[in-house]
């Protein structure tokens, strides 16, 4: 695991899963799974569709009770803990988040507060600060009055980012937050979970599929494979020739990004290997 | 203890500074136009005071409420226009609650009590127990709400497939309550004559029979449960519009929220339903409206209940003095009115392709 110095946040894994396995009704799509997610870092999850790593995501927010196995928040059993004390620990982005018609991004975010407030403080001026902040910090500050549903795709993400920000949870967990995005605004908000992760010190976990995107913003890799973790370490690690053959059926190379230095895939689809050929003799008579 | 009032962003910021942090946030048009809806509805009640075979003055009822009036003009106003108008008014806050809380747990504006089956449940229910066993309140109660809850249980449970939500829970909810019509016909049809006249009575959906003696528990248990509801529902619902995953994720669990708003709006309904029998269309309505003038959005439990409150009293007020000298049940009101309005949303939902 690459671990740069003097970075905040760091400190004892707040989120672990331990001997997991997860099924849907009678199909197991994941056993025996062990995973730490390092404190204060960008973790991304990779691996072709129907690996599992949706449902890890969601094992680890609590949102899927695993068959077996236990995953610990701070070193509790995250199923034997109230639902609330989760919610100001660990904000969610899932998949499919669909805002209620003519809601405004202001009345989205505010109900990111839901788990700090109680049956009779329902609006204090820490829930003021914190919907300020997350609306600044995502930039959507300015659009704060309009209608989520008539904004583009990208404000509307990040429209759910400042919800979940609005939690003040010291982890954040998204699952594939890029996609339907145009190449700009998946940058754009991977930029902002990067920065959410190295100013705020937030421990940050997502699901991509741009293997690219990977290398370039995570600090901590975990690739998934049939319901398994097939390997896991910083993108120099991971990012192989060989494992993405074994992962993804694809040829690979391998450069270094000019930009950052840090490794770049160039993908192919991987030619169907070739028929051994055995040189024909010529029979004389 | 001091307190703090501040605008923002159309709404009012409320905050004491006690000991025990109070704090709140109101839509401020919301909380306009509940007051205007409870002024309209004041009014309308009021008028149901004045009118009938003997009309007084404004001077002679309000003298009468006091309670120092002529025997005669109290006998008229406080006895016999009193309970009914009031029952008017929180039958109709009821109604209105029950709809926006189905409304909202099956994303679907036709998901009211009216149309999926659950206020026919429950009048079968109460037919059911007024033709072989009785008429107080409380058995016609227990004989309402069982139906309903059986007929809730039937509905999610053939919907399953297809999620709470959408058309399947609508469709199956349908189904159910022609054949629960055909029930409460057959029941009507095998009892006692004269029970069964009542019975017959009761489905229509009357606030004419009316006494405190026989609405003054609905009432109390009524306001009860909406008042309930209202401060445990109405943020877990707004959540839960944000779909399972964001409500569960935020610390509410989706599964408790829908069950527990499944019963409340069951028990609000049967309520009603073994008070006055079945009056459809209040439900239906009431939510649509009241979020409209409220120009807000979700589950909005407060217009709803005043819209309801407003809907119920003026359609009893038309229902005893539209046609001189008639007086209607006040579900055949609602009904005549409603078909107009439910063929008018079912247009609309489908020109939408919501269906």
Redesign the interface.
């Known amino acids: 695991m690459n671990t740069p110095e003097g970075r905040p946040g760091d400190g004892p894994t707040p989120l672990r899963a331990h001997d997991l396995t997860m099924a849907h009704d009678q199909h197991v799509v994941g056993e025996h799974l062990d995973l730490e997610i390092p404190a204060g870092r960008f973790t991304v999850v990779l691996g072709p569709n129907a690996c599992g790593k949706s449902t890890l995501l969601?094992s680890l927010?609590?949102?899927h009770e695993p068959r077996a196995g236990t995953v610990y928040l701070d070193g509790r059993d995250i199923h034997r803990m109230?639902?609330?004390?989760?919610?100001?620990r660990?904000?969610?982005l899932?998949q499919?988040?669909?805002?209620?018609?003519?809601?405004s991004v202001?009345?989205?975010v505010r109900?990111?507060r839901?788990?700090h407030?109680s049956?009779?403080?329902?609006?204090?001026?820490e829930?003021?600060r914190s919907v300020r902040r997350a609306l600044e910090r995502t930039g959507m500050a300015e659009l704060?009055?309009r209608p989520v549903d008539a904004l583009s795709g990208g404000q509307r993400q990040r429209a759910w980012v400042a919800?979940a920000l609005a939690?003040e949870s010291p982890i954040l967990l998204l699952d594939e937050p890029t996609t339907f995005l145009d190449v700009a605004h998946q940058i754009s908000l991977l930029e902002l979970l990067s920065e959410l992760n190295r100013t705020g010190g937030r421990t940050v976990v997502a699901v991509l599929h741009d293997i690219n995107h990977a290398a370039q913003y995570a600090d901590h890799l975990v690739m998934m494979s049939g319901g398994r973790i097939v390997a896991e370490g910083s993108p120099a690690e991971v990012l192989t020739s060989e494992l993405l053959a074994a992962v993804f059926d694809i040829d690979a190379t391998i450069i270094e990004d000019p930009v950052n230095g840090g490794p770049h895939v160039i993908t192919r689809h991987r030619a169907p290997a070739p028929v051994p050929t055995t040189p024909t003799k010529k029979v004389m008579p | 203890m001091t307190g703090l009032i501040t605008p923002e962003r159309g709404s009012l910021v409320l905050r004491s500074s006690g000991r025990v942090p109070v704090s709140g946030r109101f839509h401020v048009r919301t909380v306009l136009v509940c007051a205007a809806l409870l002024l309209a509805t004041a009014a309308v009640t009021f008028a149901a005071l004045l009118l009938g075979a003997v009309v007084h003055t404004p001077a002679e009822v309000v003298r009468a409420l006091a309670g120092d009036a002529p025997p005669s003009v109290e006998l008229f106003v406080v006895q016999w226009r009193l309970p009914r108008a009031l029952a008017a008014v929180v039958f109709g806050a009821l109604l209105g609650v029950a709809g926006a809380l189905f409304q909202s747990i099956t994303r679907n504006p036709l998901g009211s009590p009216d149309i999926i089956g659950f206020t026919a449940g429950s009048s079968a229910g109460g037919v059911a127990v007024l033709a072989f066993v009785g008429s107080s309140y409380l058995l016609v109660a227990a004989g309402a709400l069982t139906g309903g809850l059986v007929v809730a249980a039937i509905v999610l449970l053939l919907s399953r497939g297809g999620g709470v939500a959408g058309f399947r829970l609508v469709i199956v909810g349908i189904g159910l309550s022609a054949m629960l019509t055909s029930l409460e016909t057959w029941v009507v049809l095998t009892a006692d004559i004269e029970q069964a006249q009542i019975a017959a009575l009761w489905g229509a959906g009357s606030l004419n029979a009316v006494s405190f003696g026989y609405t003054g528990p609905a009432m109390v248990i009524g306001l009860v449960a909406l008042i309930v509801t209202g401060v445990l529902l109405d943020r877990r619902l707004t959540l839960l519009e944000l779909g399972e995953d964001v409500s569960a994720s935020l610390g509410s669990d989706p599964g408790r929220t829908r069950l527990a708003a499944v019963l409340a709006g069951v028990v609000l309904v049967a309520v009603v339903t073994a008070a006055a029998g079945p009056i459809s269309f209040v439900a239906l309505a009431a939510p649509h409206v009241g979020r409209r003038l409220a120009g807000a959005t979700g589950v909005c439990l407060a217009p709803a209940a005043c819209t309801g409150a407003l809907m119920l009293a003026s359609a009893d007020l038309a229902a005893q003095h539209a046609i001189p000298g008639h007086s209607f049940p006040v579900g055949v009101a609602t009904v005549a009115v409603g078909g107009l309005y439910l063929v008018t949303l079912l247009i609309r939902e489908n020109r939408k392709g919501a269906l």
């Open positions: 969601r927010s609590r949102l109230r639902a609330k004390d989760v919610a100001t660990l904000g969610v899932p499919s988040a669909v805002a209620p018609a003519g809601i202001f009345d989205l109900r990111g839901y788990p407030q049956f009779l403080s329902r609006w204090g001026p829930d003021e704060a009055d919800m939690q």
